[in-house]
């Protein structure tokens, strides 16, 4: 069964507003990461996080991870129409070299 | 640099048709791994490539297949083609497994009839 798991399952929100994404994970992992998939298309990584981080940035990405809890949360600030798109997690597990993607997060933002 | 360049981009086939898709990764890339995509399964995982070896293989049946060159380009063929084989599928490389992100190539869209 797929690692991680996205909530919600879609968002809809207007333009300039912040959209926040969750992923639960069920084991230990050496790092999680964050991608972005337009429509059809190839998927893009946004940021990765270490086991040993809380919080990371990157521009209007805020990512934060909760190992006690193996929840991770995705913040986009400031939203843009651009920014519509699906939003995946995946966790890179501590065995194996396994690398598993969640269910994903459908995002509209509205102009 | 180059991005991940998978080929075809659309593939139509008959059901019972063999397909081949390939994958050339980010130059310096030794780690090329396969995805499944489709509405209803999500990304599912099909094998992962390093230095020519398979490391890890989804829960696929035999009928998919893969391998690794040793310029680390990868194909992955689907003999014997299903209906339910349509789906896109993704390619993706990464310079240090446990260490480093993706990088995904654009896919293959394939469609069986």
């Known amino acids: 069964s797929q690692q991680g798991e996205e909530d919600p399952q879609a968002l809809s929100i207007q333009e300039g507003e912040n959209a926040t994404m969750n992923c639960s994970y069920k084991?230990?992992?050496?790092?999680l990461q964050w991608y972005r998939q337009n429509s059809g298309r190839g998927l893009v990584h946004l940021i990765l996080i270490r086991s040993n981080e809380r919080e990371k940035h990157s521009g209007r990405l805020r990512v934060t991870l909760d190992t006690s809890k193996k929840s991770s949360s995705l913040l986009i600030t400031a939203s843009r129409a651009a920014d519509t798109a699906s939003y995946f997690c995946?966790?890179?597990?501590?065995?194996?070299?396994?690398?598993?993607f969640g269910t994903g997060t459908s995002l509209t933002v509205i102009p | 640099k180059a991005g991940v360049t998978q080929t075809p981009r659309y593939l139509i086939k008959t059901r019972g048709q063999q397909v081949t898709l390939s994958c050339s990764p980010i130059?310096?890339?030794?780690?090329v791994s396969w995805y499944q995509q489709t509405p209803g399964q999500g990304l599912q995982f099909l094998f992962e490539?390093?230095?020519?070896?398979?490391?890890n293989k989804g829960n696929f049946p035999g009928r998919f297949s893969g391998r690794q060159f040793s310029n680390s380009r990868s194909e992955m063929n689907v003999s014997t083609l299903e209906l339910g084989d349509s789906a896109l599928y993704l390619c993706?490389?990464?310079?240090?497994?446990?260490?480093?992100?993706?990088?995904f190539g654009s896919g293959t869209r394939l469609t069986v009839v």
């Open positions: 130059s310096g890339h030794r780690s």
């Open positions: 084991t230990s992992i050496n790092n």
């Open positions: 995946a966790t890179d597990l501590n065995t194996g070299n396994q690398f598993y």
């Open positions: 993706a490389s990464r310079g240090q497994p446990g260490m480093d992100g993706y990088t």
């Open positions: 490539y390093f230095s020519e070896t398979q490391r």
